[in-house]
């Protein structure tokens, strides 16, 4: 039987609460096609995160 994988990230437990994980849909200026970028970003600046460009 396989094993279940199991992601987390290092840090503090108290920290880890307070982070989420945010993906943003982005065009490419030079080939027209979408990616998608991901980051840990901290709770208070998910608006930051998806005001960005």
Known sequence: MAKKAVATFGGDRAQQKSVVKCIRMV????????????????????????AQK
Do not use: I
């Not at 200026?29 to 970003?41: S, W």
């Open 27 to 50: 065009k490419s200026e030079r080939t027209g096609a979408y990616a998608f970028k991901e980051e840990f970003v901290p709770t208070e600046k998910v608006k930051d995160f998806f």
